[in-house]
């Protein structure tokens, strides 16, 4: 029995406070993750892989490649962090690696001066008959020309800033891709340090990690004249 209707209007306004509460929870949740979940990529892939990041001058306005390096550790896969003037010994370090079968997956980040180096480091491991798999450049300062082969470049920068689109040269293979950044709210100090940019960095080294049982491109014979001519012709000056 339910007199005057009282336990009838209870339980109904129970239900609704119960619906509302939910719909509360499901908002709540999608603001707090608005971007779906990629896969991480498995732990044999990730210890094969070695990504390298070059910081630009004075080794102070790239930390936001420390952060990057450390999301990925976290994730399994091997890191270093390295002013950009390291690039050539950095080179024959991931060719031992990778000729010792230690490496099968070469990731190259820089920024800055440090991505202004990522077409030098990438000549030099050509001319050492190993590919890259991936390079992302962050707002390369100074003209920069992409002579050889990485299976894919991204250069990420800004276009009404001092960075410049990366252009390939004749002979060029791989993909090449100019993400103009511009009206983001980034800047060249900060373009290493923004939340979004790190992600997607991130998110394009585990797809290139998943992606790493294809075939590699095939890389120049090591010590090609070509090659050699590539690198001086890409070594920029240096900010």
Do not use: C
Not at 108 to 119: D, F
Not at 141 to 159: C, D, M, P, Q, W
Not at 165 to 176: Q, S, W, Y
Not at 224 to 235: E, L, S, Y
Request: no cysteine; charged share 15%.
């Amino acid at each position: 029995m339910t007199p005057n209707g009282r336990h009838t209007a209870g339980a109904s306004q129970l239900s609704a406070l119960r619906v509302w509460a939910m719909g509360l929870l499901l908002l709540s949740a999608v603001a707090i993750n608005p971007t779906p979940v990629r896969a991480a990529p498995s732990q044999a892939a990730a210890a094969t892989t070695h990504v390298y990041l070059l910081r630009g001058v004075l080794n102070i306005f790239s930390l936001g490649l420390d952060t990057i390096g450390a999301r990925l550790q976290a994730q399994g896969i091997p890191v270093t962090v390295a002013n950009f003037v390291s690039w050539s010994s950095l080179a024959d370090e991931a060719a031992a690696a990778y000729r010792a079968g230690r490496l099968k997956t070469i990731v190259l980040v820089g920024h800055s001066s440090g991505a202004t180096a990522l077409p030098d480091m990438i000549a030099k491991l050509n001319q050492l008959g190993v590919p890259v798999k991936l390079a992302i450049g962050l707002d390369s300062v100074f003209k920069t020309k992409l002579s050889t082969g990485a299976e894919r470049y991204i250069n990420i920068y800004i276009g009404d800033g001092p960075g410049e689109p990366v252009r390939a040269a004749a002979g060029f293979r791989g993909k090449l891709d100019n993400v103009d950044v511009r009206g983001s709210g980034v800047g060249h100090i900060s373009i290493d340090k923004n939340e979004a940019i790190q992600r997607r960095v991130i998110a394009e080294i585990d797809a290139a990690i998943m992606r790493s049982r294809a075939p590699a491109l095939p890389v120049a014979e090591r010590g090609a004249p070509g090659q050699a001519r590539a690198a001086a012709a890409t070594a920029p000056a240096r900010n």
